[in-house]
């Protein structure tokens, strides 16, 4: 089954504790990004790649970081969090430019203390 | 990457086919329009995509005037189950994968 998988789902820590929310997909995309949703302010991007060890960064990446040092593995690092960091998070992947149908995965609720 | 404007939220009744507009006026000649649904707790969902004219497929049909300066979701005979969050997003991805989702439209259908 084609899917994006997103750990953890759920996730509580305190602030300055460095965590990484995995996502990996199994359908040979080359595209992936994150993005991270806040009521009011729907979807904003975060940081996206274009391929292997190709990254950049989208409209909020202040306090991420990202890393694709696999296709289909793109982690989101967050190393020093902070409570303004607390939000639902997505990673998506798609094949192409051009066919950009993206696949999300089910999310992970983060929540910073 | 061209600024999206869809109505905050619209109501309809089971059975009806519900037409969602988005208005895109700064589209550039390589933006493709695509939709997305959203459930609550959940990631977006594609539903369609096109470049101009018309494009139908087995949930939604997405009409496109000749100006694209507008685009039209078009959801025929909607259930309860099609109450979600609607995103319309224009952009060409050519330069790159940078994204942006607009407030989206909330459709809520009633019995």
């Known amino acids: 089954e084609a899917q994006v998988t997103q750990n953890p789902r759920y996730l509580i820590t305190v602030t300055g504790k460095k965590l990484t929310v995995t996502c990996s997909q199994n359908?040979?995309?080359?595209?992936m990004s994150w993005y991270r949703q806040d009521p009011g302010l729907g979807l904003r991007q975060i940081y996206y790649s274009m391929n292997v060890e190709v990254t950049d960064k989208g409209d909020v990446p202040e306090g991420y970081k990202v890393s694709r040092k696999e296709k289909r593995n793109f982690p989101l690092i967050l190393e020093s969090p902070s409570p303004n960091q607390t939000s639902l998070y997505f990673c998506?992947?798609?094949?192409?430019?051009?066919?950009?149908?993206?696949?999300f995965g089910q999310g992970t609720r983060l929540t910073v203390v | 990457l061209a600024k999206t404007t869809q109505p905050i939220s619209m109501d309809s009744y089971e059975g009806q086919e519900v037409n969602i507009t988005c208005s895109h006026n700064n589209i550039a000649t390589n933006d493709y329009i695509t939709w997305y649904q959203q459930f609550p707790s959940q990631g977006p969902r594609f539903i369609i995509q096109g470049y101009k004219t018309k494009v139908t497929n087995e949930v939604a049909s997405l009409f496109i005037p000749a100006d694209r300066k507008s685009s039209t979701l078009s959801l025929p005979r909607v259930s309860l189950s099609d109450t979600a969050v609607y995103y319309c997003l224009v952009g060409d991805y050519t330069g790159g994968f940078k994204t942006i989702f607009g407030a989206g439209t909330r459709l809520f259908v009633k019995a």
């Open positions: 359908m040979n995309h080359e595209y």
């Open positions: 998506a992947s798609s094949q192409d430019r051009v066919n950009t149908e993206a696949f």
